[in-house]
């Protein structure tokens, strides 16, 4: 069995609204998983939501991926610090002045939350990435995104299972992998490109999975969790 005081999975509350989120978190327990709010649900819900997740007993990952000039993200940063969150995160085209500042604010304050920062989208393909202008495979951009964020003093980065293996050894076992695009057995892929099965991310190396539909959307989200959290202690027991 996973160990609980560290829990591998991230449910993302990927809800219009904060009833809906709410309603779920009701269903699950914060001793074996954690949560992720985004960009839409803290349009519509606000920092009073992530407060209450808070104080419901959820670490927090907060995934807005600030991306502006170094002093306001670094403000933002250090907001978020402000709500108690567990881990927020930056994009990392936001260049080394950015992710330092970001790094500085949070050091500047009381409890550090996790600073990690996102490398490429796992929606984005080599074709999305040329015409945009940036060139070379998904891969190699998130290899350069993620040495810059480990040179900026950050945490870990966000970044597709596919790509763990090759972050985790020129990373080190320190340094935080979070993946989205994990997807059970079985379930949908949506609009996901990069996508691996809980047991395999693990096996790979990846610290956090970010899991939402197959536990948002199942008639027994908490029973979808464990039955992750057990493939994944199968996988830690080796």
Same mark, same amino acid.
């Given at each position: 069995?996973?160990?609980?005081?560290?829990?591998?999975?991230?449910?993302?509350?990927?809800?219009?609204?904060?009833?809906?989120?709410?309603?779920?978190?009701?269903?699950?327990?914060?001793?074996?998983?954690?949560?992720?709010?985004?960009?839409?649900?803290?349009?519509?819900?606000?920092?009073?939501?992530?407060?209450?997740?808070?104080?419901?007993?959820?670490?927090?990952?907060?995934?807005?991926?600030?991306?502006?000039?170094?002093?306001?993200?670094?403000?933002?940063?250090?907001?978020?610090?402000?709500?108690?969150?567990?881990?927020?995160?930056?994009?990392?085209?936001?260049?080394?002045?950015?992710?330092?500042?970001?790094?500085?604010?949070?050091?500047?304050?009381?409890?550090?939350?996790?600073?990690?920062?996102?490398?490429?989208?796992?929606?984005?393909?080599?074709?999305?990435?040329?015409?945009? =202008?940036?060139?070379? /495979? *998904?891969? %190699?951009?998130?290899?350069?995104? +993620? #040495?810059?964020?480990? !040179?900026?003093? &950050?945490? =870990?980065?966000?970044? /597709? *299972?596919? %790509?763990?293996?090759?972050?985790? +050894? #020129?990373?080190?076992? !320190?340094?935080? &992998?979070?993946?989205?695009?994990?997807? *059970?057995?079985?379930?949908?892929?949506?609009?996901?490109?990069?996508?691996?099965?809980?047991?395999?991310?693990?096996?790979?190396?990846?610290?956090?999975?970010?899991?939402?539909?197959?536990?948002?959307?199942?008639?027994?989200?908490?029973?979808?969790?464990?039955?992750?959290?057990?493939?994944?202690?199968?996988?830690?027991?080796?």
């Amino acid at each position: 069995m996973q160990n609980t005081n560290d829990p591998r999975v991230i449910v993302a509350l990927d809800y219009p609204s904060a009833d809906a989120a709410l309603a779920l978190v009701e269903r699950l327990d914060p001793a074996r998983c954690r949560v992720k709010v985004g960009k839409e649900l803290f349009t519509r819900a606000g920092p009073e939501l992530v407060r209450r997740l808070v104080d419901g007993g959820f670490d927090v990952f907060l995934d807005l991926k600030y991306h502006d000039i170094p002093n306001t993200v670094a403000g933002a940063c250090a907001a978020a610090a402000d709500l108690g969150v567990w881990m927020v995160n930056v994009h990392a085209l936001g260049g080394r002045a950015m992710m330092e500042a970001a790094r500085e604010a949070l050091e500047a304050g009381g409890r550090r939350p996790l600073l990690i920062a996102v490398t490429v989208l796992t929606s984005h393909s080599e074709a999305d990435l040329a015409e945009i =202008g940036l060139a070379g /495979s *998904p891969m %190699e951009n998130v290899q350069r995104l +993620a #040495a810059l964020a480990q !040179g900026s003093g &950050l945490d =870990g980065v966000v970044c /597709s *299972p596919r %790509e763990v293996a090759t972050l985790r +050894a #020129a990373h080190g076992e !320190g340094f935080r &992998l979070v993946t989205p695009g994990i997807r *059970p057995s079985g379930a949908a892929l949506g609009d996901q490109k990069r996508v691996m099965t809980p047991g395999d991310a693990i096996r790979s190396g990846s610290d956090y999975l970010v899991i939402g539909r197959p536990v948002t959307g199942a008639d027994d989200p908490m029973g979808v969790l464990l039955a992750v959290e057990a493939e994944i202690g199968a996988v830690l027991a080796g």
